[in-house]
């Protein structure tokens, strides 16, 4: 398995989405939170999140 990595971290530094495939996690942290957040997600959950936030992007972007 592959060692935790940083998917997305805020530019301002305010927040951070970490995987963790090695526990079959993603972790998100927040600077307005004082715990960080762990969701237990598979590969295919992993591919189906990939294509719900790829709609979302697409539907802030024609908002915009």
């Given at each position: 398995m592959s060692a935790p990595r940083i998917l997305y971290r805020h530019p301002d530094g305010l927040g951070i989405i970490v995987a963790d495939p090695a526990n079959l996690r993603l972790v998100v942290s927040s600077a307005e939170e004082e715990q960080p957040v762990c969701v237990t997600i598979g590969p295919a959950g992993l591919r189906t999140l990939a294509?719900?936030?790829?709609e979302l992007a697409e539907g802030m972007e024609g908002a915009q």
């Open positions: 294509e719900k936030l790829c």
